[in-house]
C-alpha cells in the first residue's frame, strides 16, 4: 500500500505531483547553481536577511490589496510585495554596514529580526481583522508545496532558467569577480554592475523560493547544496554542477515524502532532504569528506611508522647490532627510544609488506626490496639533515628532529633538487652526521 | 486603552525577557557573532520539541538542559563545518540552523496533534498567553513564563558580575586572554549555552526568531552609543525595557488608529527597537549620521575658508589690493571652488559673519584680519612646496595639489618647524615670495582644520 503510494510519487504518476515537482526540482537547481556565486562572495547570510525582510511586503500587500477591495490572495501582487520590501531590507543591511560602524553580522541580524518582527504586527492585524482569509499568508511563512499550481511551477521554471541561463553565460566574470573581487576591478571589469546583478538573481531565487520552502528555510536552498558540494570538489565548474544536482535531489526527494505525508509542512521536509544529502557529503565526500581525512591521516600515519622503522634497522645494521635478535631489540628500544606496542606494530606492517623477514629464533633481516626501500629512506634523511647543517645553518642537535618532520612527504622533485645542491654524494647512501653505534644514535 | 493586570504581566514578562536577552546579546554584537544569535536560537527548536513531547509541558528545567545542550551542539558544528568545508562561517551557520529548524518544525507539528503547542506561538511567541498560566507563591499568583525568566536572568546576571573581567578579555581580545590564562574558547562556548538558555526561557514571550532582534538590536544601539562596557550593558538593557514597555502600549493602541484591532505584542517590540535603533544611527552624539555629517560640513567648510582667503591673499600680492568676484573665485587656476557655487557661497557667507571678508559692489574684500589669515595659509602652502620639492622630488606641476591637501593640517609648530628647515629661503621653487610670519604676538597661523579623527584620538577619561 505504502510502497504502491511511494512509486506513483517518484515516478510522477500523477499531474499534481509532476507540477509540484517540476517547481521544486527547478527552485532546486537555480538555488544550488546561484548559491555556489553567494558563498564564495561570502555573503551566505545575506540571503537570510533578504527572506526575512519579505514577510512585511507579503503583510503589507495583502493588508493593502484588502483596503483597495480586490483579491488579497493573488500570488504575484503579493510575491511583489515580498520583492519590494526584499531588496527594502537588503538596502538597509548594505546601507548599515556602509555608512556605520555596526558590522555586517550585526546589521544582518538588525534587519532580519526587526523586519520579520514588524511583518509579525502587521499579521497579528490580519488575523484579527474579521472577514480577512488570513490562512494564505501562513504558507509564505512554512511554504506550502501542496497548493502549488501550474502557473506557480511554470514561474518558477522560468525564473530559474533565466538564473541559470545567465550564471552559464557570465560563468568566466562571476567566477573572476567572486575570488578575487579586487582583481576583477583593477583589470577593468565592471564589479559593481556584476555585484548588482548577482545580488538581483539572489533575491529573484529568494522571493520565488517563498512560497514553496517559506521565509525562514528559503535560505537553505541557496546554502545547503553549494556547502554539500564543497566536499566533493575545488574546481567551480564542478561544484555549480555538483550543486544544482544535489539542488535538484533534495528537492525530488523532499518534495516526495511531503507528498506522502501532506501534514508535514513541506518546505521542512524539503530543508530536511538537503540536510541528509549534506551530511552524506559531509562524511563522504571526494576532496573534503570527514571519511576521506580520517583515511589519508591513518595512510600518514602508518607510512611514517613503517619508514622509521626501516631506516632505524638500516642503522642498526651499520652499527653492527643486527646479528642476534637481543642485541637487535635492545638497540631499538634502547637507543633508538621505539616502544614495544610500536615496535610490533611497525613489524607487523613491514612484514606484511614484504620488508623484512626472519629466520626461527634470527633477528630480523631485511629483504632485498626492503633494503632498497630502507636505503632510500635513510638516504632522504640525511640528504635533508646535511641540507639543514649547510644551507639552512640549523645546529647538529636539531637537524634530526626537523628531518624527521619533512621526510615523510618529500616528493621525487624535492629528493632531485636535494641531489643538485648536494652534488658530492652522487647516489649513494651519505654517512649520518649523528654518531652511530652504542654510544650515541639518534633518537 | 484599557489597562489590565493582565498588561502588567505582560509587560512584565517582556521587560524581563528584553533585559535578559540584551544583556547577553551584547557579548554577541561585542565579540561581532551576532549572527551566532541567529544560528542558536534557530536551532533550539528541536531541543524545545523533544523537551516537550518528552515532558509535555512548556517550561521546566528539561527545556534548559535541552537548550544548553543544542547550544553546544550548534557552536560545535558550525566549527566543524567551516573547519572541514573550508566555508565562511556564515555559510555554516545557515546549513546547520535551517537544518535543525527543519527538524524542529516537523517535530512540533507531529506534536501538535496530542499536545497544546503551536508552531505559530513557538516562531513568533504568544507573550498574551503567558499570565494565563500561573504558579502560586504564598497564595501570590504569578506567571510560571515569569518565574522562568527571572531565574535566568538572575543566573546571568550573577555570572556576568562574577566573571566580568575573564568575559571583558575574552571578548575584546582573546589572544591577550589566552596568554593570561583564560581559556577563551571556554567563554565562548559558556556564552552560546547562555545564549540558549535565554533563547528558550524567551521564546515564550517574543517567540524564537524575534529573540535575535532582543538579542543583537540593544546591544548594536549601546555600541553607537557608548564604548565603555559597563555603560555599554547599561545602556542596552534600558534600552530593551523601555522597548518592551512602549512595545505592548504601541501593540494595543497603533492599530486601532488606522481601525484595526490590536496586533501582536512581541512583534511590536521588535519594530519599536527596530525604530529605535533607527534614531540612534541618525542622532547618536558621536557615531550619528547627523553628528558626522555635521563634521563632515564643518571641515568642508573650514578648509574652504582657508582656500578662499589664501586665493584672496595671492590676489593682495598681484594686485594690491585683495579682491576677488565670485566668477573670479571659480575660475581661478586650480581652484577648489571651480563648479562649486553652493560651497563658495556658503564659505563667503561664513567668511563675512566672521569679518573676515567684505563684500563691496559685487566683490569680496579681504579684511586686515582676513589677509593675516590668509598669509599664514599662503606661508604653509610655499613652505610645503618647498619642502616636496626639496625633501620629496616632487615635479614642479605636481607641487601644488601636494601642498594644497596638507596647508590645512599645518599648526604653528609644524610651520615653524618647515620654516627652521628651509631657513635664509625667502620663496617657493617658482620663486613666489613664502610671506613673512606675522608678528609674534599675534601668531595665529592658519586655523587647523579638525579632522574627525580628531576626537578619537583624544585621550578618555
Known amino acids: 500500500m505504502i510502497a504502491d503510494r511511494l512509486m506513483r510519487v517518484l515516478t510522477l504518476a500523477d499531474y499534481n505531483t509532476r507540477v509540484v515537482m517540476f517547481g521544486t526540482v527547478m527552485l532546486g537547481i537555480a538555488g544550488g547553481v546561484i548559491g555556489v556565486f553567494l558563498l564564495l562572495r561570502r555573503r551566505a547570510l545575506l540571503a537570510d536577511a533578504v527572506s526575512h525582510a519579505a514577510l512585511p511586503g507579503v503583510a503589507g500587500a495583502f493588508l493593502l490589496i484588502l483596503a483597495l477591495g480586490g483579491n488579497p490572495r493573488s500570488l504575484p501582487l503579493l510575491m511583489l510585495g515580498a520583492l519590494v520590501s526584499g531588496l527594502f531590507g537588503m538596502g538597509c543591511v548594505l546601507f548599515i554596514t556602509r555608512f556605520t560602524r555596526i558590522s555586517q553580522d550585526a546589521a544582518l541580524g538588525i534587519v532580519l529580526s526587526v523586519f520579520f518582527g514588524f511583518g509579525i504586527a502587521l499579521l497579528g492585524i490580519i488575523q484579527r481583522t474579521r472577514g480577512a482569509p488570513a490562512a494564505g499568508l501562513n504558507s509564505f511563512i512554512y511554504g506550502r508545496t501542496a497548493s502549488m499550481i501550474r502557473a506557480d511551477a511554470m514561474l518558477i521554471g522560468t525564473a530559474a532558467l533565466v538564473v541559470v541561463v545567465v550564471s552559464v553565460v557570465l560563468f568566466k566574470e562571476f567566477r573572476l569577480f567572486t575570488f578575487d573581487p579586487d582583481f576583477a576591478a583593477g583589470d577593468g571589469w565592471p564589479v559593481q554592475r556584476l555585484d548588482t546583478l548577482l545580488m538581483a538573481l539572489v533575491v529573484a531565487v529568494t522571493v520565488i523560493g517563498l512560497q514553496a520552502v517559506g521565509i525562514i528555510l528559503v535560505i537553505a536552498i541557496l546554502v545547503v547544496p553549494p556547502a554539500a558540494a564543497r566536499f566533493w570538489t575545488d574546481r567551480l565548474d564542478h561544484m555549480v554542477l555538483i550543486s544544482a544536482g544535489m539542488g535538484a535531489i533534495g528537492a525530488y526527494l523532499g518534495t516526495g515524502i511531503s507528498a506522502l505525508a501532506p501534514r508535514l509542512p513541506a518546505g521542512a521536509v524539503i530543508v530536511v532532504a538537503h540536510g541528509a544529502v549534506f551530511v552524506v557529503s559531509m562524511l563522504f565526500g571526494s576532496t573534503r569528506g570527514v571519511l576521506r581525512d580520517l583515511f589519508a591521516h591513518r595512510t600518514l600515519a602508518r607510512r611514517t611508522v613503517m619508514q622509521n622503522l626501516l631506516r632505524a634497522l638500516f642503522e642498526c645494521e651499520e652499527a653492527g647490532r643486527g646479528g642476534s635478535v637481543e642485541s637487535q631489540w635492545r638497540y631499538l628500544t634502547t637507543a633508538r627510544g621505539w616502544i614495544d606496542r610500536e615496535l610490533t606494530r611497525g613489524l607487523r606492517l613491514l612484514l606484511h609488506d614484504g620488508s623484512i623477514y626472519r629466520l626461527p629464533a634470527g633477528a630480523w633481516q631485511l629483504t632485498e626490496l626492503g633494503r632498497v626501500r630502507a636505503a632510500r629512506v635513510t638516504r632522504n634523511h640525511r640528504l635533508w639533515e646535511v641540507y639543514l647543517l649547510e644551507h639552512a645553518e640549523t645546529a647538529r642537535a636539531h637537524v634530526d628532529r626537523g628531518a624527521d618532520y619533512i621526510e615523510h612527504v618529500l616528493g621525487e622533485e624535492l629528493v632531485a633538487e636535494l641531489e643538485a645542491a648536494l652534488p658530492r654524494f652522487g647516489k649513494v647512501v651519505p654517512a649520518s652526521v649523528h654518531v652511530i653505534g652504542p654510544a650515541g644514535g639518534s633518537a | ?461
Open chain 2, 1 to 461: 486603552m484599557i489597562w489590565t493586570s493582565l498588561d502588567t504581566w505582560i509587560v512584565v514578562a517582556a521587560a524581563l525577557a528584553g533585559a535578559t536577552c540584551a544583556l547577553i546579546g551584547s557579548f554577541l554584537v561585542l565579540k561581532k557573532v551576532s549572527m551566532m544569535g541567529d544560528a542558536i536560537s534557530h536551532a533550539v527548536l528541536p531541543g524545545i520539541a523533544v523537551a516537550f513531547i518528552l515532558t509535555g509541558s512548556r517550561a521546566g528545567p528539561v527545556m534548559l538542559v535541552g537548550a544548553a545542550l543544542v547550544g553546544i551542539l550548534t557552536a560545535v558544528l558550525v566549527q566543524l563545518i567551516t573547519r572541514h568545508a573550508r566555508l565562511e562561517e556564515g555559510a555554516s551557520m545557515g546549513v546547520v540552523f535551517t537544518v535543525l529548524f527543519a527538524i524542529g518544525l516537523i517535530l512540533i507539528e507531529r506534536a501538535a496533534r496530542n499536545v497544546d503547542i503551536h508552531p505559530e506561538h513557538v516562531l513568533f511567541g504568544a507573550v498574551e498567553l503567558v499570565p494565563l498560566h500561573v504558579i502560586s507563591f504564598w497564595g501570590w499568583d504569578v506567571p510560571r513564563g515569569v518565574v522562568l525568566l527571572v531565574v535566568v536572568l538572575a543566573v546571568n546576571v550573577l555570572l556576568v558580575l562574577l566573571f566580568f573581567k575573564e568575559l571583558r578579555l575574552a571578548t575584546f581580545d582573546p589572544e591577550l586572554a589566552t596568554a593570561l590564562g583564560i581559556n577563551a574558547n571556554a567563554v565562548h562556548y559558556v556564552l552560546m549555552v547562555l545564549v540558549a538558555m535565554t533563547t528558550v526561557a524567551a521564546f515564550e514571550v517574543v517567540g524564537s526568531i524575534l529573540v535575535i532582534a532582543m538579542l543583537i538590536v540593544p546591544g548594536a544601539i549601546a555600541w553607537l552609543l557608548t564604548r565603555r562596557l559597563l555603560p555599554f550593558l547599561l545602556v542596552s538593557v534600558g534600552v530593551s525595557v523601555v522597548a518592551a514597555v512602549v512595545g505592548h502600549i504601541a501593540a494595543i493602541t497603533v492599530p486601532p488608529l488606522f481601525g484595526y484591532a490590536d496586533t501582536s505584542t512581541s512583534g511590536s517590540m521588535a519594530t519599536v527597537l527596530g525604530l529605535f535603533f533607527f534614531l540612534a544611527m541618525l542622532f547618536a552624539p558621536e557615531q550619528g549620521l547627523l553628528a558626522r555629517a555635521w563634521n563632515t560640513a564643518r571641515l568642508r567648510l573650514a578648509i574652504g575658508s582657508q582656500d578662499a582667503l589664501g586665493l584672496l591673499a595671492r590676489a593682495a600680492e598681484k594686485a594690491g589690493e585683495g579682491s576677488l568676484s565670485a566668477a573670479e573665485f571659480r575660475d581661478v587656476s586650480s581652484s577648489p571652488f571651480a563648479g562649486r557655487r553652493l560651497r563658495l557661497a556658503a564659505t563667503l557667507g561664513l567668511l563675512r559673519a566672521r569679518g573676515l571678508v567684505a563684500a563691496r559692489g559685487g566683490r569680496y574684500c579681504v579684511t586686515v584680519r582676513g589677509l593675516e589669515q590668509g598669509r599664514a595659509v599662503l606661508r604653509s602652502h610655499r613652505l610645503w612646496e618647498r619642502f616636496f620639492y626639496e625633501d620629496g622630488q616632487v615635479e614642479l606641476g605636481e607641487l601644488h595639489t601636494a601642498a594644497d591637501v596638507l596647508e590645512h593640517y599645518t599648526d604653528p609648530g609644524l610651520q615653524q618647524e618647515l620654516a627652521e628647515r628651509f631657513a635664509g629661503i625667502a620663496t617657493d621653487p617658482r620663486g613666489n615670495r613664502i610671506p613673512e610670519e606675522s608678528s609674534p604676538a599675534r601668531r595665529i597661523g592658519a586655523p587647523r582644520a579638525r579632522t574627525p579623527n580628531d576626537r578619537e584620538k583624544e585621550p578618555r577619561a
